[in-house]
């Protein structure tokens, strides 16, 4: 089963099944466009983040106070102006779900730049728009899967899911540039 699962990303990305995939996620949303794509694509880079946020708040107090800056500040994650990040190192020192909120918020920042580069130019270079479409359409759901697998991986079958899901993302980004090399070409 193993062996299965790691030649499962290549079996997947074969370009019938990609493009039967896309078709049936354009179908469902037939709005979707590459630039709702970025949006979701920035939505979902700084979705750990704002549930790591929520790790750091204190709802048994008032929300005036929630995060202690007036009470005690010697206490709250924001004690040092100067060492605003001192909170967060707390946090991922001391919680298992801060940590994983916050790998899967870096890596989401450290993805979105590729995929905008890589839809940008495919739009400039003259890819098809239904072809782009379609491929920002996977990344998002693949995005989905993968933070999911981020937070929620306890053992190694769901970390090497994560790993998948990644490469797929990795091979939809690599795919997105190679349409706009070959357009460009055209």
């Known amino acids: 089963p193993i062996l299965m699962i790691s030649v499962l990303p290549t079996y997947l990305l ?3 099944r990609v493009e039967s995939w ?5 179908s469902t949303f037939p709005a979707f466009n590459i630039y709702y794509g970025l949006f979701w694509a920035f939505f979902l880079a700084y979705l750990p983040m704002g549930m790591r946020l929520m790790l750091q708040f204190d709802f048994s107090k008032s ?3 929630m995060m202690d800056w007036w009470t005690s500040p010697s ?3 924001l004690a040092n102006a100067g060492f605003p990040r001192r909170g967060i190192e707390q946090l991922v020192a001391t919680n298992i779900w801060g940590a994983r909120l916050n790998g899967a918020h870096n890596n989401q920042m450290e993805g979105f730049g ?3 580069a890589a839809v940008l130019s495919g739009a400039q270079a003259g890819v098809p728009m239904a072809t782009l479409n379609g491929y920002m359409m996977l990344f998002i ?3 989905i899967v993968y933070i999911f697998f981020y937070i929620f991986s306890t053992n190694n079958f769901l970390g090497f899911q994560r790993t998948q899901s990644w490469f797929l993302i990795l091979g939809i980004e690599a795919k997105l540039f190679l349409l706009a090399a070959e357009a460009a070409n055209n």
């Not at 896309?22 to 354009?26: P, Q, S, V, Y």
């Open 141 to 143: 759901v693949c995005r």
């Open 14 to 16: 074969t370009e019938a």
């Open 114 to 116: 590729i995929i905008a």
């Open 63 to 65: 929300p005036l106070t």
């Open 75 to 77: 206490d709250s994650f």
């Open 22 to 26: 896309m078709a049936g996620l354009l």
